[in-house]
């Protein structure tokens, strides 16, 4: 089976776009589902020390699929190259999911949806 992480990314949980979710709530829902090996949360993934958590989560990670659920999906594939870049990521293991505007419940649901293509 192939294993597949998933980050959230929240924009520091400042911007109005998520605050309609109860971004714990969608994060153990999905942990229970047992759809995700791990789970996790960062508040800027795009910020310098967002790049650095990249780098060093998955530096010779053994993972199959990344899911980033956050803002536009392609928006992330261009601030993330880097830190994929540096380490030696498969850019396309990659996959965004846009969960902006979206409440708790929407929010579970696109992720789900993302991971079951
Ligand atoms: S990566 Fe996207 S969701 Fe995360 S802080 Fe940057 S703009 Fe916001």
Same mark, same amino acid.
């Given at each position: !089976?192939?294993?597949?992480?998933?980050?959230?990314?929240?924009?520091?949980?400042?911007?109005?776009?998520?605050?309609?979710?109860?971004?714990?709530?969608?994060?153990?829902?999905?942990?229970? %589902?047992? $759809?995700?090996?791990?789970?996790?949360?960062?508040?800027?993934?795009?910020? %310098?020390?967002?790049?650095?958590?990249? !780098?060093?989560?998955?530096?010779?990670?053994? $993972?199959?699929?990344?899911?980033?659920?956050?803002?536009?999906?392609? !928006?992330?594939?261009?601030?993330?190259?880097?830190?994929?870049?540096?380490?030696?990521?498969?850019?396309?293991?990659?996959?965004?999911?846009? $969960?902006?505007?979206?409440?708790?419940?929407?929010? $579970?649901?696109?992720?789900?949806?993302?991971?079951?293509?």
């Amino acid at each position: !089976m192939s294993k597949k992480g998933l980050l959230l990314c929240v924009c520091q949980g400042t911007c109005p776009s998520f605050q309609e979710m109860n971004v714990f709530e969608v994060l153990n829902s999905l942990r229970r %589902e047992n $759809i995700f090996d791990w789970v996790g949360l960062h508040p800027q993934l795009c910020a %310098e020390d967002g790049d650095r958590y990249l !780098m060093e989560l998955l530096k010779g990670a053994d $993972i199959d699929k990344l899911y980033v659920a956050g803002c536009d999906p392609v !928006m992330q594939k261009k601030m993330f190259r880097d830190a994929f870049g540096d380490a030696g990521f498969d850019k396309d293991k990659h996959v965004g999911v846009e $969960i902006r505007n979206m409440n708790t419940e929407q929010t $579970i649901n696109a992720i789900k949806n993302a991971a079951a293509q």
